[in-house]
């Protein structure tokens, strides 16, 4: 049996077992998740995310990037054509995890992960590559900087450990800025 042979067979059981078709486009608990693509670190898993319950985005090293932000516009732009918004009332986590493959690209492809992150090569130490807890305190930063997102969203991050399973809340909650 080949790979495609059991995720089409795995697929079959989930429509007719797990498939809901009442689903909606918009997120039932409003919120947007930020990850990493590292396959152990799947926020549904991690987190107990129900089908619905969130939007995630996930790029290498769960990093904010200019791909990130945009695919952030690209969702605000999807909601706003269903009559919705994205922002007051909304929470925004951004995940990051122990253990993250990016770090040997400091080493072995900075010239592709400076790209990757919209930044000069000799600013990836500013990042705290290796170092997920500063790491996602400098990306909520980010978030925080960043005037084009709306205001009102609940912004946190958090670290996950792939030895133990659990997660560290290392920004607590707050808000993005005041809704306008």
Not at 148 to 177: C, I, N
Request: net charge negative; with cysteine; proline share 7%.
């Amino acid at each position: 049996m080949t790979v495609i042979d059991d995720l089409t067979q795995r697929n079959a059981l989930f429509a007719s077992t797990g498939f809901d078709a009442q689903l909606q486009i918009m997120p039932s608990m409003k919120t947007v998740i930020i990850g990493c693509v590292d396959p152990r670190v799947d926020p549904a898993d991690v987190l107990g995310l129900k089908p619905g319950e969130a939007a995630v985005i996930r790029n290498v090293g769960g990093r904010i990037n200019p791909a990130t932000l945009q695919s952030m516009a690209i969702v605000r732009t999807v909601a706003a054509a269903q009559g919705k918004e994205v922002g007051p009332g909304w929470n925004l986590i951004v995940l990051h995890h122990t253990d993250c493959g990016i770090t040997p690209c400091l080493t072995h492809a900075p010239v592709l992960l400076a790209k990757n992150l919209g930044v000069e090569i000799a600013d990836l130490d500013t990042l705290a590559i290796a170092d997920p807890y500063a790491a996602v305190a400098i990306d909520v930063a980010a978030l925080k900087a960043n005037t084009q997102l709306p205001g009102g969203f609940l912004v946190t991050g958090m670290v996950y450990d792939v030895e133990t399973g659990k997660v560290d809340v290392v920004v607590p909650p707050a808000l993005l800025r005041p809704a306008t």
